[in-house]
């Protein structure tokens, strides 16, 4: 068995669709997150968190796009849409952290304009322990620290895009 998470709204490695592209900063998407599906998560999974890492932001620390942690155990999918704030669409219990949008939600794909393609990963974590012990404002960095002492296994998606 492997670990494994997909999207019926985009293949592994292929170009993020414009509905999944933030509307801000000149971006012009819909800023709507992607469906996501698992399977063949490891033994004594108790709990995941997922995180939307952009490590091609011209920031010296990459961009986090997308923060849910608290995901139940029994879970094996995000909806269209489950990052929209306020957390309506997530499965009962899961929380979504701060982004470096500075909100609790989905931020899409923003690339500046003429810089490249940019890798957005998509990376579910399989963890060890019904909740993450961190405070409702942390930050990303804070949730990954958290997430590193509790990862049984993780299953990776990416996609790019540029403008």
């Known amino acids: 068995m492997t670990f494994v998470l997909r999207s019926p709204d985009f293949a592994d490695q292929a170009k993020l669709p414009m509905d999944f592209v933030h509307s801000a900063m000149g971006a012009g998407g819909q800023n709507v997150s992607p469906a996501l599906q698992w399977e063949d998560a490891p033994p004594g999974t108790k709990s995941f968190?997922?995180?939307?890492?952009?490590?091609?932001?011209?920031?010296?620390?990459?961009?986090?796009?997308?923060?849910?942690y608290d995901i139940p155990?029994?879970?094996?999918?995000?909806?269209?849409?489950?990052?929209?704030?306020?957390?309506?669409q997530l499965p009962s219990g899961a929380r979504l952290g701060r982004t470096d949008f500075g909100s609790k939600e989905y931020g899409g794909a923003a690339p500046p304009p003429g810089h490249g393609p940019h890798r957005y990963i998509f990376?579910?974590?399989a963890l060890n322990t019904d909740k993450l012990d961190v405070p409702a404002d942390a930050s990303a960095a804070m949730v990954g620290f958290m997430i590193h002492f509790a990862k049984l296994g993780e299953a990776k998606l990416t996609a790019t895009y540029e403008r």
């Open 49 to 68: 968190a997922l995180t939307m890492y952009d490590p091609d932001a011209p920031t010296g620390s990459g961009w986090w796009h997308w923060v849910v």
């Open 73 to 88: 155990a029994d879970a094996t999918q995000l909806p269209r849409g489950a990052g929209a704030a306020g957390g309506a």
């Open 123 to 125: 990376t579910l974590y």
